[in-house]
């Protein structure tokens, strides 16, 4: 009789590459993880895990980690042991978050950036929600091809066959690999941020603080029964003339003043965080599972992204019936 989950756990194991001893916590928030992760002994890995036992009454927190308050033990873990990271899987494990040492969270586009500099990919994936950081800086910075997809689960593997790339993500936690079938995996995921962290000259905090800093208002949902095409029309009235670039991709993506700095910004203990100006740049499309309008909305001077927000919110509530 096979032992599906021994054979698992063995193809799991061929893709760890921890250069330097690292202390490692996982939280499977009560869901499938557990029972994998469990079985996981790699050289140069401590691995601590807490929830790993699945129980569907979820005790410990929800199934969704970023539900307010689901970090919290994770993150108190994590600095009680002094790991170098944590990471935290949603009940069926096809998405994760990432701690640093600090127990602070670290953002999904920057897990991205230390996943295609880890990868050396020429070519990658995110959807229309993904940050600047990434389409901006990791393609100048690291000289790789950013393809945008839809958002959701087909058509991202679909847009990674067709395009034959080997790494994409979503600003949710899901990240696809070309080894694993083009498919989503949170273990996958967690596996090769350890080995990207074992590569860094220094820690995943540090890495997160050399990053440029952007100030996303994360996906805010409106109830809407309005038109889509209302929406699109008013905003084109309102930001138009001023769009760098205006893509309907999925919704409608407008971005604004796009200018960088011709510099690098991380895997150096030299660079420091600076802000980059006045850029802004938001997408608003209707959910593709729920009668939900989606905003998101990133800036990169923190003082701009309420005033830009309670622009736009005031637009679409003024549509919204």
Known sequence: M???FNS????????????RPLKVVFDCSNGTVGLVASKLKIKNLELKI???RPDGNFPAHGPNPMVAGALKQLQKTVLKNKADLGAIFDADGDRVFFVDNHGRLVDSDAIAYLLIWYFNVKKAMVDVRTGWLVKK??????????IESRVGH????????REKLEFGAERSGH?????????????MAAIEVINAVSKLPYSLADFADLLPA???????NFKFNGNMKNIIAALRRKYGKAAQRISRLDGITMEFKDRFASRSFALSSETPREKLGEGWWFNIRFSNTEPLLRLNLETQNKDDLQKHFHQIKTLIDS???
Request: hydrophobic share 45%; no cysteine.
């Open 2 to 4: 096979i032992n599906y």
């Open 154 to 161: 087909y058509f991202m593997k679909k847009m990674m066959r």
């Open 175 to 187: 990240y696809y690999f070309k080894k694993f079938f083009y498919l989503d995996s949170g273990l």
């Open 319 to 321: 549509l919204a019936h």
């Open 214 to 220: 952007f100030y996303n208002a994360g996906e805010v």
């Open 137 to 146: 800086i990791v393609k100048k910075e690291l000289n790789v091809k950013i």
């Open 8 to 19: 698992y756990v063995g193809f799991l194991k061929k893709f760890f590459d921890v250069r």
């Open 50 to 52: 807490i929830n790993a």
